[in-house]
């Protein structure tokens, strides 16, 4: 199988280096030219666990796949959300009616972003446990175990997505077919939906955020817009289980973290994944008839701030 990683960042790194270390044919796509240029001359350098190791695979611009001929029988995605669209718009070439896209991304609603340039029938949608952050171009930490579970988003879609849980069980990824990977999205989206905002608008790390009087609170009215809208698309959050799952990240090994929306908006100065977060909950309250204020402010307070620090 041919697997395309669009989008080397953390995330595509590791998927990437893990599913190259197992003998797969990888083939690499990113838009940032220092990124690309590094690994072109270097490959992939990454702290794995603690033991340094490079990997080279070949590696493309958008640019290099509209102007080239590079197929794939497997997209594996790991944009920012916010990136999909422009990037989509470059590689149209890269997917033939043979490719199948594999949406890993954090945050709810892509299908409706892919679904453009993917047949529903090849594409299939996930979550992931697994970490990663980039410390330079073409440089990554990868450190610590994770999951992947994912499910084919339309039913005929089943015996390709058994052959990627193949794929990456034979790379040591620990994936799981997934019955229900929609509710699995959901409930993972009310992590970042509560921790990634607030902690990145209120400067503090997931301890400090659970040590403030109105953590709770607002925990469970941002997990219940969540399950309001959810419940209109067929899932059932339970928010006392989400709620209890979010906030046992306050005394976890986690409590010192800052989430990656934190290091996105003030310490890089880049543009957040809100509008696929805080920000679908929201649009699709609307369009549902449902109240979704804190989903709202938030997401417009995310994105004020991301004009205040001139992020890119
Ligand atoms: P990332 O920011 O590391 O990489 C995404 C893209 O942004 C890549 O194309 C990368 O080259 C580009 N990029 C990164 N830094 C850049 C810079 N300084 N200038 C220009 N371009 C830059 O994103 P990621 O952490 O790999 O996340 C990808 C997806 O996976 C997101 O939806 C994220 O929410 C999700 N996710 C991330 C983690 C994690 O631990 N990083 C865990 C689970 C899910």
Not at 11 to 39: E, P, Y
Not at 91 to 115: A, K, M, W
Not at 221 to 239: C, S
Request: overall charge negative; some cysteine.
């Amino acid at each position: 199988m041919k697997i395309t990683v669009l989008g080397v960042g953390g995330m595509g790194s590791r998927f990437a280096l893990m599913l190259h270390q197992a003998g797969n044919d990888v083939t690499l796509v990113d838009g940032w030219q220092a990124n690309v240029d590094a690994i072109r001359a270097n490959g992939i350098q990454a702290n794995f666990n603690g033991k340094q190791v490079a990997a080279k695979m070949p590696v493309y611009t958008p640019a290099e796949i509209a102007a080239g001929d590079v197929q794939a029988d497997l997209v594996v995605v790991f944009l920012k959300s916010n990136q999909l669209t422009t990037m989509f718009d470059q590689v149209q070439s890269l997917i033939d009616p043979n490719t199948y896209v594999l949406c890993l991304l954090n945050g709810i609603g892509h299908e409706d972003v892919l679904e453009k340039y993917v047949a529903k029938d090849h594409l299939i949608l996930g979550i992931t446990m697994w970490t990663a952050g980039m410390t330079g171009p073409g440089q990554v930490e990868l450190l610590g175990d994770g999951e992947v579970e994912l499910q084919n988003f339309a039913p005929s879609g089943k015996d390709f997505a058994l052959q990627v849980v193949d794929i990456f069980k034979g790379a040591g990824l620990n994936p799981h077919y997934s019955e229900n990977v929609k509710y699995s999205i959901w409930r993972k989206a009310c992590v970042n939906g509560t921790l990634n905002c607030l902690c990145a608008l209120l400067d503090c790390n997931i301890g400090e955020l659970g040590k403030t009087t109105p953590a709770p609170d607002l925990l469970h009215t941002i997990i219940a817009e969540f399950a309001a809208v959810a419940a209109k698309e067929g899932i059932k959050l339970d928010t006392e289980e989400v709620y209890q799952h979010v906030a046992a990240t306050f005394t976890a090994d986690i409590a010192d973290h800052y989430p990656s929306m934190y290091q996105d908006l003030n310490q890089h100065h880049r543009l957040t994944e809100i509008e696929f977060i805080n920000g679908a909950v929201a649009r699709k309250g609307k369009q549902y008839g449902i109240a979704t204020p804190y989903c709202a402010l938030l997401t417009q307070m995310v994105h004020a701030k991301e004009q205040l620090v001139g992020a890119k």
